[in-house]
């Protein structure tokens, strides 16, 4: 067999047990919080059928999925030297499958699939990898996490003040200060009404959205470019002028920007009874109107949300919305639901940068025997059956090597207590701890050792 | 956009809420006992280079491997027309990359790759999907999670013990009665060497894996058709009478068996040391010596394991042993290790067959409280929000729907309590819990609510 220098494939990553405590440490807070609002667990395959997946995500979206070769003879039946075929045509007749590539377009599979199983408003919380085959870069990977909590089935605005306390609630536990921005679409539409310009909402959102990175001019450049007049654009004027001290000042304006759409009225309506919602449940999220956020998703309808971090420069951490007609692709309408998506990945980069991940997450194992061999090996393995009988993770060094090597192993792994086990400590029914962080060491007997690392 | 009826590909599932459920009972539950005995979370790519898979699981496990279509134009260079082109040789031309077939090859290439940065011995779990392009039947997915321990870096018999320890500890917890086979690769080497066919031990142990299945007068013809002599077969005979009342006696019978073989009588020895230290270790797992175990995976050189459950109709539910050389195939030498893996799927089968799975997981949400709308919703909202702060997974029905519907969904959800917040009880600061068990009602602050709750 020839021997293979090892590596993985670019933009995937494997996750050593230090990193993974802490992944785990963002997936169990995460679910801690879903769990606690009663939302439901589920999951779909990492493969879909192409069909499924396959103009979901725009163009761009299905150059990115990864496709799975179809197994057996994939070639059968395919004339590869056919007339104008083309990768992509060829890629659709030799792979039927593909990798997930967010969890929401299986999510809306899944609800039209089991729609007969499922008890309506459906809370599911799901928390899978996704794939997409993007250029690799710092903090981007071709395999990553997705948090992902939804309420279906239900118009009703309280939905979106839960998400609202539930990411509250999942950055509150993680200590990072936030900002959540919020939008609606339809105010969205709405002012591409006043401005005459309804056709156009998707033009005018994607060119609004980068607002704050290339400022007013650029924008305006950029709208006349897709097609948006001078006289709408002047328009827009007391849009770009938009601010105020607070969200009450924030609706009084948007009341005056849209009064002449209905749409947009009615995005107001639901901005404020979401704020209202907010403040009867006692939250006190920094919740920041903000007319400009638009999320590149066309699928939302209403309510937008996106998280930044108040302390670290890192992108949105978490964002969602209000989609009116998600599972309508898969022929199953008036199903409204609005959900919300939280990054592990950039969550981890936060955590880290602002040094809040907890210390004991990377102290999971409590104590360590070392294994003086023989007789004194048996010894310490009763002292660690208890232990672990008592609930605390615990090993024992599996050789009877020098104890120079096994004080180098407690030491490399963090272990906070070593116990030592010899003739002396067995001939007085006692074991020595030691604790590693002061060098004290006492001589107990292991049920005042279990009492003590309880 | 056209309608796709919504499906997913043969072989894998969707989980609801009921099965995720379950299935996070039988992952928690063997994590938990990982913890205990200080193995340490890792985890790989889904995604694997195919240089990696390929030639590790033979020629049948090279064509269940799913593979990855390259991402761009992945027909640029291939000469599709090339002479002698097969669909195999495309697909290494097309493909890049793999599917994790399963967890151990991974690890191997994974501790080679980290050898630096991990303490040795390392004792890690693995619990991640494998995807292979089996032919899909009942219990065989295409998708399916294996729980893999390993302590490699050690080639100390107490890591053997250890795993027959985690395994009893496992299934005590699930209440799944077992018996663990258990047998050495070097008893097997040992047979072969004393009929004459050193050789050939791996012919052996594939025709003697199958003595309970097919009976020993077709395992007979199997081995002359493997080109086993008579004389060699005739030599056989006191292995296919081989028992005995115990292990005890078993091991007396194979050290008569074996007193020509040097690897056979270390077969015997290293099996004696694992039974004595799992009795020091106060074990009384049903440990059976096996000496028709083989096991098909040929990287075993030590003990092998394999456990079934005593009361349900099932195949192995777990299986492992120790190999001496798994790393070398990336080129790390002297490496040994020993592991043992869990089988999600079936477990959940054998729980559900014994109907073992505790009723408490399915009700995970412990209350609801009636949407009375307007100032009521104010009202039930505080009580929501003490319940939750007290760590009660609760919700509110989101609409203020006909007490009917919101009373059907607690049902279909099996919320064991309705909590009803109307005048009369904002009133009187009360809340009036019903028992959906009883149908008993009793109107009370929310702190008893609370108490009674916890």
């Given at each position: 067999m020839n021997i293979v220098k090892p590596s993985i494939p670019k933009g995937t990553r494997d996750f050593t047990p230090t990193e993974m405590m802490r992944r785990n440490y963002i997936f169990d807070t995460i679910r801690s919080v879903f769990h606690k609002h009663a939302c439901l667990p589920i999951e779909t395959p990492s493969m879909e059928n192409l069909s499924t997946l396959m103009g979901k995500y725009g163009?761009?979206?299905?150059?990115?999925?990864?496709?799975?070769?179809?197994?057996?003879?994939?070639?059968?039946?395919?004339?590869?030297?056919?007339?104008?075929?083309?990768?992509?045509?060829?890629?659709?007749?030799?792979?039927?499958?593909?990798?997930?590539?967010?969890?929401?377009?299986?999510?809306?599979?899944?609800?039209?699939?089991?729609?007969?199983?499922?008890?309506?408003?459906?809370?599911?919380?799901?928390?899978?990898?996704?794939?997409?085959?993007?250029?690799?870069?710092?903090?981007?990977?071709?395999?990553?996490?997705?948090?992902?909590?939804?309420?279906?089935?239900?118009?009703?605005?309280?939905?979106?003040?839960?998400?609202v306390e539930i990411t509250d609630e999942v950055f509150g536990k993680f200590g990072i200060a936030i900002t959540m921005k919020i939008n609606n679409r339809k105010i969205l539409s709405g002012i591409a009404e006043v401005i005459g310009q309804a056709d156009k909402v998707t033009d005018l959102c994607t060119a609004m959205d980068k607002l704050d990175k290339i400022g007013q001019d650029n924008v305006c450049a950029e709208l006349l470019e897709r097609g948006i007049s001078q006289e709408s654009i002047d328009k827009l004027m007391p849009?770009?002028?938009?601010?105020?001290?607070?969200?009450?000042?924030?609706?009084?304006q948007l009341k005056g920007i849209l009064a002449g759409s209905e749409i947009g009225m009615k995005g107001v309506e639901e901005l404020v009874?979401?704020?209202?919602?907010?403040?009867?449940?006692?939250?006190?999220?920094?919740?920041?109107?903000?007319?400009?956020?638009?999320?590149?998703?066309?699928?939302?309808?209403?309510?937008?949300?996106?998280?930044?971090?108040?302390?670290?420069?890192?992108?949105?951490?978490?964002?969602?919305?209000?989609?009116?007609?998600?599972?309508?692709i898969f022929g199953l309408k008036n199903m409204s639901g609005v959900g919300i998506s939280y990054?592990?990945?950039?969550?981890?980069?936060?955590?880290?940068?602002?040094?809040?991940f907890p210390d004991e997450i990377l102290t999971p194992i409590k104590a360590i025997f070392i294994n003086f061999g023989k007789e004194d090996e048996k010894y310490a393995l009763a002292?660690?059956?208890?232990?672990?009988?008592?609930?605390?993770?615990?090993?024992?060094?599996?050789?009877?090597?020098?104890?120079?090597?096994?004080?180098?192993?407690?030491?490399?792994?963090?272990?906070?207590?070593?116990?030592?086990?010899?003739?002396?400590?067995?001939?007085?029914?006692?074991?020595?701890?030691?604790?590693?962080?002061?060098?004290?060491?006492?001589?107990?007997?292991?049920?005042?050792?279990?009492?003590?690392?309880?």
């Open positions: 163009e761009e979206g299905d150059r990115l999925l990864f496709k799975i070769l179809n197994s057996g003879d994939f070639t059968q039946g395919v004339d590869f030297n056919e007339s104008d075929m083309t990768p992509n045509r060829l890629a659709t007749k030799i792979c039927e499958k593909g990798l997930r590539y967010d969890l929401t377009v299986p999510f809306a599979r899944f609800v039209v699939q089991h729609q007969n199983e499922l008890t309506f408003p459906f809370k599911r919380y799901q928390m899978q990898p996704v794939w997409r085959a993007d250029r690799p870069q710092k903090g981007r990977y071709r395999e990553f996490y997705q948090c992902d909590v939804d309420i279906i089935g239900s118009t009703s605005l309280l939905n979106e003040a839960e998400l849009v770009f002028s938009f601010g105020g001290q607070d969200n009450v000042e924030k609706i009084e009874t979401v704020l209202d919602y907010v403040k009867d449940m006692g939250l006190t999220t920094d919740l920041e109107i903000d007319i400009t956020l638009a999320r590149g998703l066309n699928y939302y309808t209403g309510a937008i949300f996106e998280v930044k971090a108040k302390d670290a420069a890192m992108g949105s951490i978490s964002g969602g919305g209000r989609y009116d007609n998600l599972t309508g990054g592990a990945e950039r969550i981890y980069d936060v955590l880290n940068e602002l040094n809040l002292g660690l059956r208890q232990l672990r009988n008592a609930g605390i993770p615990s090993e024992i060094y599996p050789d009877s090597a020098k104890i120079g090597k096994q004080m180098s192993y407690a030491n490399a792994k963090a272990i906070p207590f070593v116990i030592m086990a010899g003739e002396n400590e067995r001939n007085s029914n006692t074991y020595t701890l030691k604790n590693m962080g002061t060098g004290e060491q006492q001589q107990l007997p292991i049920d005042k050792i279990i009492e003590m690392l309880q």
